[in-house]
Nanobody, 121 residues
Framework: QVQLVESGGGLVQAGGSLRLSCAASETVFKINAMGWYRQAPGKQRELVATITSGGSADYADSVKGRFTISRDGAKNTVYLQMNSLKPEDTAVYYC???????????????WGQGTQVTVSS
């Protein structure tokens, strides 16, 4: 079973920066889109940013201009650079990947375990 391993969360003051990383635990045949989602206490999980295999990125309006998603295909890794963080960015951030484990596999969505990001005011 492929796992997505996240790192980089933590506590930061408002206006600060954090960089999240998410790597697949094994080499896979193909990774299509990858993305980051977040879930704040008492709220539904929401999309933060996605990036296609070709490098096209899309962002939630709330993070445009502050967050940047990128990926390293050779390392099967996706990153989320978060700048100008606000208290409302506080949430558990989850990595997501649409991938084919082998040539014969169907594309399947995988989720990371989540990493906590806390922004203090």
């Amino acid at each position: 079973q492929v796992q997505l391993v996240e790192s980089g969360g933590g506590l930061v003051q408002a206006g600060g920066s954090l960089r999240l990383s998410c790597a697949a635990s094994e080499t896979v045949f193909k990774i299509n889109a990858m993305g980051w989602y977040r879930q704040a206490p008492g709220k539904q999980r929401e999309l933060v940013a996605t990036i296609t295999s070709g490098g096209s990125a899309d962002y939630a309006d709330s993070v445009k201009g502050r967050f940047t998603i990128s990926r390293d295909g050779a390392k099967n890794t996706v990153y989320l650079q978060m700048n100008s963080l606000k208290p409302e960015d506080t949430a558990v951030y989850y990595c997501n990947a649409d991938l084919k484990r082998t040539y014969y596999s169907i594309s399947t969505y995988y989720w990371g375990q989540g990493t906590q990001v806390t922004v203090s005011s």
